[in-house]
């Protein structure tokens, strides 16, 4: 009997899982949505129900078959705790949420957020570990003395499916991880004044987590002992979806946010302190993230205001010429800035070359354009130099890969789907526990990409004067950003 592996991707607003064959095919997707809580710059989730959330799609697609493997992945970043059972002992802090800023804006100010970018290669950002704990800390202490472990989504999972209290490497690198030691830093939590919340972390077990169900009393249909393992998280479970592996090669995530991420042999410290380095199973393999800010978000604003749909954004990609007669498009719409490849939080979005005669479509292809322009920003900073994966729902649209890769100047691998980040965790379970449970599976077939994308001569002459132009177009804006009253 073949054995079937089941990756679950618990992310921010969707629960995801899917059963693997052994040759790496998808036999079955569920998929189940998840709410987000709270009001103004507080985002909360209501741990039970991502809980539940997590054991309905996993049940699901087992299908009353018990999978030889469960491996999970999911949103990065935020805090959630729980007390000695495993219970929440208030909503978690979500990866968006923003009440930590002002500590982050004084540490900024004072020096420290760029004293331990040298130390880590991580900025800080409100919604990473470091700063909620100092923020909950400070003002919710009654809080933190009930909770027993502080931790990240994907681990409060594998706690309460297996009891295993635990953290990966990649959960564990933002901000907390030493890069040098791998393991948590003194320096950063005396920083942060948490060197008192130290035993709240759970234990870093490399090179990934593993339990085992304890069947009915997590309310699971999983059988009790099955081996669930526990990371990496979402950004690195999708490189390694998509066979990203080597030095200088990377992903494009093409999703609500641009997440660019190139592997490196080396953490950068010095320079602007921008982005992350996350860890992974190999000391002198790094993970090299500049997530940015812009992304689909920004052309679900365009397609709004031109009242146009995402199934016709193909359709206006082909019915326009490179370049939208003139029309570009800066596309930092966020409220809160940029924070890759440069941090701005007065970035913001701009048309130009409009006239009379612009259409909708016009608008629509220079956001795409602006997007991809943005895309390369990031991976040339983070070192692009091999191979490119690219993956996330902008991936759907084949016009618009085709203007990534002209503007990229080199093949797109589209991910094999579905769920690149589930079949990551698969992978690397397998890779780190494999042998000792007697499973295996061809990394080369799990990982070969849908198709690849070329770029097209003509595409690469047109793009690489637009993009000097844009990079142009963003100089400028930057100093009239702070030029403005009020600035």
């Known amino acids: 009997m073949c054995a079937v592996f089941v990756g679950l991707d618990m992310g921010t607003s969707v629960a995801k899982a899917v059963a693997f064959a052994e040759d790496g095919t998808a036999q079955r997707v569920e998929s189940v949505p998840v709410s987000l809580g709270g009001s103004g710059d507080r985002v909360e989730q209501d741990v039970e129900e991502v809980v539940r959330a997590a054991v309905r799609v996993i049940d699901?697609?087992?299908?009353?078959?018990?999978?030889?493997?469960?491996?999970?992945?999911?949103?990065?970043?935020?805090?959630?705790?729980?007390?000695?059972?495993?219970?929440?002992?208030?909503?978690?802090?979500?990866w968006m949420d923003g009440r930590a800023g002002g500590l982050v804006a004084d540490w900024m100010a004072d020096g420290t957020a760029l004293q331990l970018f040298r130390h880590t290669g991580n900025v800080l950002f409100p919604g990473s570990p470091g700063p909620l704990l100092a923020w909950l800390d400070?003002?919710?202490?009654?809080?933190?003395?009930?909770?027993?472990?502080?931790?990240?989504?994907?681990?409060?999972?594998?706690?309460?499916?297996?009891?295993?209290?635990?953290?990966?490497?990649?959960?564990?690198?933002?901000?907390?991880?030493?890069?040098?030691?791998?393991?948590?830093?003194?320096?950063?939590?005396?920083?942060?004044?948490?060197?008192?919340?130290?035993?709240?972390?759970?234990?870093?077990?490399?090179?990934?987590?593993?339990?085992?169900?304890?069947?009915?009393?997590t309310r699971s249909a999983l059988?009790?002992?099955?081996?669930?393992?526990?990371?990496?998280?979402?950004?690195?479970?999708?490189?390694?979806?998509?066979?990203i592996i080597e030095p200088g090669d990377g992903l494009l995530i093409i999703g609500t946010t641009l997440a660019c991420e190139v592997v490196t042999e080396h953490v950068v410290r010095d320079g602007d302190p921008v982005g992350f380095h996350l860890a992974t199973d190999r000391a002198d393999r790094h993970l090299r993230a500049l997530p940015a800010m812009t992304g689909t978000v920004a052309l679900d604003w365009v397609l709004g205001i031109t009242g146009s749909t995402h199934e016709q954004v193909s359709g206006m990609l082909d019915e326009t010429s490179r370049g939208a007669r003139g029309?570009?498009?800066l596309p930092y719409l966020s409220p809160s800035g940029e924070r890759v490849p440069f941090v701005d939080p007065r970035a913001r979005a701009e048309f130009t070359g409009l006239d009379l005669r612009a259409t909708r479509a016009e608008l629509v292809r220079?956001?795409?354009?602006?997007?991809?322009?943005?895309?390369?920003?990031?991976?040339?900073?983070?070192?692009?130099?091999?191979?490119?994966?690219?993956?996330?729902?902008?991936?759907r649209s084949l016009p618009w890969l085709q203007v990534f890769a002209d503007v990229l100047g080199r093949p797109l691998r589209v991910a094999r789907g579905p769920e690149p980040g589930a079949r990551g965790a698969v992978l690397a379970a397998l890779?780190?526990?494999?042998?000792?449970?007697?499973l295996g599976a061809d990394t080369t077939e799990w990982t070969k990409p849908e198709l690849v994308v070329d770029p097209t001569p003509e595409g690469m002459a047109s793009y690489e004067e637009a993009y000097a132009n844009y990079l142009y177009r963003v100089e400028a804006a930057r100093t009239r950003w702070h030029e403005a009253p009020g600035a």
């Open 366 to 395: 220079a956001m795409c354009e602006a997007i991809a322009f943005a895309a390369r920003h990031c991976l040339e900073a983070a070192g692009l130099t091999g191979a490119l994966g690219v993956c996330g729902g902008g991936a």
């Open 138 to 217: 400070r003002n919710e202490p009654g809080t933190l003395d009930a909770t027993a472990t502080a931790a990240c989504c994907k681990d409060i999972l594998h706690l309460r499916l297996t009891g295993e209290r635990s953290t990966d490497l990649s959960d564990a690198s933002v901000p907390f991880l030493d890069p040098t030691s791998r393991a948590y830093s003194p320096q950063v939590l005396e920083a942060l004044g948490i060197e008192h919340r130290a035993d709240l972390l759970p234990p870093v077990r490399t090179p990934v987590p593993l339990g085992r169900a304890l069947g009915g009393r």
């Open 60 to 94: 699901a697609v087992a299908d009353g078959a018990p999978p030889a493997l469960v491996a999970m992945t999911g949103q990065g970043d935020g805090l959630w705790l729980v007390d000695e059972a495993g219970r929440p002992v208030r909503p978690a802090l979500s």
């Open 223 to 243: 059988r009790a002992g099955t081996p669930v393992s526990s990371g990496p998280y979402d950004l690195p479970a999708c490189a390694l979806g998509a066979g």
């Open 327 to 329: 029309v570009a498009a």
């Open 431 to 438: 890779d780190a526990h494999g042998r000792d449970l007697g």
